[in-house]
C-alpha cells in the first residue's frame, strides 16, 4: 500500500516536472540569451558569433548577447559553460580548441565529449600566414628562408595553448624545423593590434582577422593553410604549394549548451543558427571575411558530437608527438 502511494507520488512529480520543462521550452526564450565567447573581443571568434548573434536578435526579437571570457586557450571559457545553469540561455560558440584542449591541458576541468549539449557547427575559416607591413620578404619563399635563417629574432603571436594560432603556429614552426619566440594573446584580436603596431613579427590568423588588415595594407598576408586556394584570395599560394607538402589547418566551429539544457531548447537555438546562418546579411558578411559554409549535416548536434570526437581523436595523438602541454 506504502508502495502504491510511494509510486503514485514519484509519477505525479515526474509528469508535473516534465511539464512544466515542456511548458517553459515552449515559452523560450523570455530573456536575453548569452552566447560566451572564449577570446577577446574584436578577433576572430568574436566577430564570428557578433555577426551570427545580430541576426539572431534581429529575427526574434529577443537579444542574444556575446560575453567575451578570455584566458588559457579557450579553456576558462568552457570550464565557465560547463557549470553554467543549463535554463537554455547561455551557449559557447568555441573552434577546433574544443578538440585540442583534451591533448594540449593535463589537467582540464571539462570532458568536451561529455558535460555539454551539442548545437550546431557553424562554418569553416581558412588561416592565413600574415607579418607586419615592414617583413623583409616579398613572397612565402622569402618568407621560409628568412625565418629559417634568423629563427631567434622572431617573435610570433597567437593566442595561448589552446587557440588555433598556436596550433597553426606550431606545426608552421615543427614544418620549418625553427623554434621561434612565441608571444601569448588573451585573442587574434589584440595580438593584430600588436602586429599591425610592430611589436610582434609574424603570426597564423584566421581569415576573418586577416583579410581586412591585408586589403588595408596594415599586414603583408603570405600563403593560406588550406589544402587548395581559397575563393576570396585566389592569388594568394597555399603553404602546400610552397615547399610545406600536405600542410592543412582549417578553422571549424561549433556551438555548445551546458549539460542538461532541455532538447527543444537545444533544438530551437539550433533552428535560430540555421536561420541566421541564411540571412542574406550574414552571407554578405562571412563571405567578405572568407568564413564557408558547412553542409546542412554539419548543422545538427549529432552533426557537431561526430565532428569533434573524430577531431579528438585525429589532434590527440599529433599534439602529443610534438610534446605540447600545459597544467
Ligand atoms: C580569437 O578569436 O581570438 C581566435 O579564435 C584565437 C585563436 O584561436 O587563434
Redesign the pocket.
Known sequence: MLFRRTLITTLTIALASFGSISSFAQAWPTKPITLV????A???????GRVITASMTKATGYPVIVENKVGA??TVAAAYVKNAKPDGYTFFLQ???MATAPALYRKLSFNPLTDFEYVSQVVDVP?TIVARKDFPAGDIKELIAYLKANSTKINLG???L???????GMMFQKALGVNLTTVP???????MNALVGGQIDVM???T??TLGQAEAGTVKLYAVTTSKRIKSLPNTPTLAESGLPNFEVV?WHGVYAPKGTPKEIVNKFNLMLRNALKDPEVIKSLTKLGAISVPDSKLTPAGLQTWLSSEIDRYVPMIRAAGQYAD
Open positions: 565567447i572564449p577570446f577577446a574584436g578577433g576572430p571568434t568574436d566577430v564570428l586557450g579557450g573552434h577546433n580548441g588561416m597567437n593566442a595561448g589552446g587557440a588555433v594560432s598556436q596550433l597553426c594573446f588573451g585573442g587574434t584580436g589584440p595580438a597564423c590568423d584566421q576573418t582577422n578553422v
